[in-house]
Structures are given as C-alpha cells and as structure tokens.
C-alpha cells in the first residue's frame, strides 16, 4: 500500500500546530487575526476562468445554514475575493444551494469521504474544473469510521479526480475543529498532512490547506446547533475557511505550471454547454 511507509507515523495520529510544509498558515499574518477578508491572492490573475469545485460535505455546501451565512458557506466570501483581485470565476457542480447567484457546488451533507467520491465523480468528468477545494472527512470523524484508514479513501478520492480531470489542482483542506470528534479530527488531520506531502512529492499538483493551526478555533468560529452540536461554521468561521482557502490557492499560483486554464466542456452532441454560472464555461456572480 502506498501510505505503508506512513504506518508509525499515522499510527501516532498527533495533532500538529505547526504550519504545514507547503501551505501558507494564516497564521503567518496575525493582521489576518484581526480582518481575515483583507487577504487577497498576490499573483496577478490570469485570461482564464478559476472554473472552481467545491468539493466535501455539508461544510461545502453549507447546510444547515448558520445564522447569517445564507447557505453560501465559505464560498461566496472566497468567489468575491478572487474576483476582486481579478480573476474570472465559475464554481460549478450537480449540488447548488444558498442565496449566491453562482450557487453549483459539490456538497453531500452526510457523507463520508468515500460516499463522496461516488458521487461526486460523474459531475468531475461532466465540468472538469481547473481547481478543486476538497474538504471531506468530518462524518467519517464523527462516526469514528476506520480512522487510521481515511487516507487510503482520501487519496484514492483525489486519484479519482485527476482522472476525471487530468489538468486540475487540487487543494486538500485539513479538517476544522469539531465539537463532538475533536481527537478524530486531529488524527484525520495528521493523515490528510502526509498525503499531501507524499502526493505533491510524487509530482501531482496537490496542495495542502491548514485549517486546524488555531486560526480556525472551536470556541469562537463552529456554530451551536440546536440540538448542541458543534459542527459546521458560524459566519466567521466561513469567513475564516475562505482566507485559509485564499492562502493555499496564493501558493498554488507561485507553483510553475501547475493551474491551467480549464478544459472546454461540451454536451453529449458536442455542442458548447449553455453559458450560464455553473455550467463549467461562464461567469457567474
């Protein structure tokens, strides 16, 4: 197995507070504590479309919707930055949802990572996107499903997308804090950190986004449901996801050659897909 050499490593399953090897921690910016929108991404955007897949749980999806997020989870925060530092933006995927005009996403509330690959895997091959935010792993956490095993589902999920995308980048977030699985969350954490690592080793464009340095904290950002749990981000928590998300594509576009413009998507009889926000080839707002 390929994660073998791995095995002390992610039998330990320690929290790690430091910054990872190759994102960019917000952390590394306090002012980003006090005002986490003023974060934009430095390189200048390209003549392309950022043809965006969110891609995870209801986390992605944002529902349930916490006060004031209007089911838009991380992603309308995200979209309106990139596109205030110039880029041209499409997020796309079979599961829109909240009040954002270009709403497609990619978010099963509910399942695992490996419900998500199933799932998700026709809709990468129908929109190709050039970028791909993963954040996937919390239900496997909270149902204590095969901890020591999520990496072997996650890699094999990522697998899946580049051979339903070839040109894509992928970002691979670190799971937020969590009230009722806090230790398995860590220990997912410590796995999803490794892969990375391995992954981009190997030459696949994989990036890792650190999500669970204290920058993200279970006291202040994880909304209170009503029936207690504490599970999905409250505003500022999304808020925060979308900084962390701004750093991790920051370091992405300083990696040569890694996010292309995306791939031309046709419909079955070959014809261009409607250009509509979401259908893989227009902008939407």
């Keep these: 197995m390929m994660l073998a050499r791995y095995g002390l490593l992610l039998s330990l399953c320690v929290p790690i507070a430091a910054a990872p090897y190759d994102s960019i921690s917000p952390n590394d910016n306090q002012d980003l504590h006090q005002n986490p929108q003023e974060h934009h ?23 349930p919707a916490a006060p004031g997020t209007n089911g838009n989870g991380y992603r309308k925060d995200l979209r309106d930055k990139l596109v205030s530092d110039g880029w041209k933006v499409n997020m796309v995927g079979s599961q829109p949802f909240g009040k954002m005009a270009d709403n497609q996403t990619e978010g099963y509330p509910g399942f695992k990572v490996a419900q998500v ?31 020591a095993g999520v990496h072997t589902r996650m890699e094999k999920l990522i697998l899946d997308c580049f051979a339903k995308s070839p040109n894509t980048v992928i970002i691979l977030s670190t799971l937020i804090p969590n009230g009722q699985a806090n230790k398995e969350v860590q220990q997912v954490n410590a796995q999803y950190r490794a892969l990375a690592k391995d992954m981009k080793g190997r030459g696949l464009h994989v990036m890792l986004a650190e999500m669970d340095n204290g920058f993200i904290t279970l006291k202040n950002d994880i909304w209170t449901e009503p029936d207690g ?57």
Excluded: C
Excluded at 41 to 63: C, H, Q, W
Excluded at 118 to 127: D, H, Q, R, V
């Design 41 to 63: 991404v430095s390189r200048r955007a390209e003549d392309f479309y950022l043809r965006i897949m969110p891609l995870g749980a209801s986390i992605t999806k944002g529902n």
């Design 229 to 285: 749990t504490r599970t999905h981000p409250n505003v500022g928590g999304f808020k925060k996801m979308a900084t962390v998300w701004g750093h991790a594509i920051d370091a992405v576009l300083k990696e040569d050659g890694w996010l292309k413009a995306p791939t031309k998507v046709s419909s079955k009889n070959g014809k261009p897909r409607a250009k509509s926000p979401g259908g893989g080839n227009e902008n939407g707002n």
């Design 117 to 147: 690959q199933n799932s998700a895997s026709p809709s990468i091959a129908k929109y190709k996107p050039n970028l791909i935010l993963i954040n996937a792993g919390t239900n496997d956490a909270v149902k204590r499903d095969n901890i």
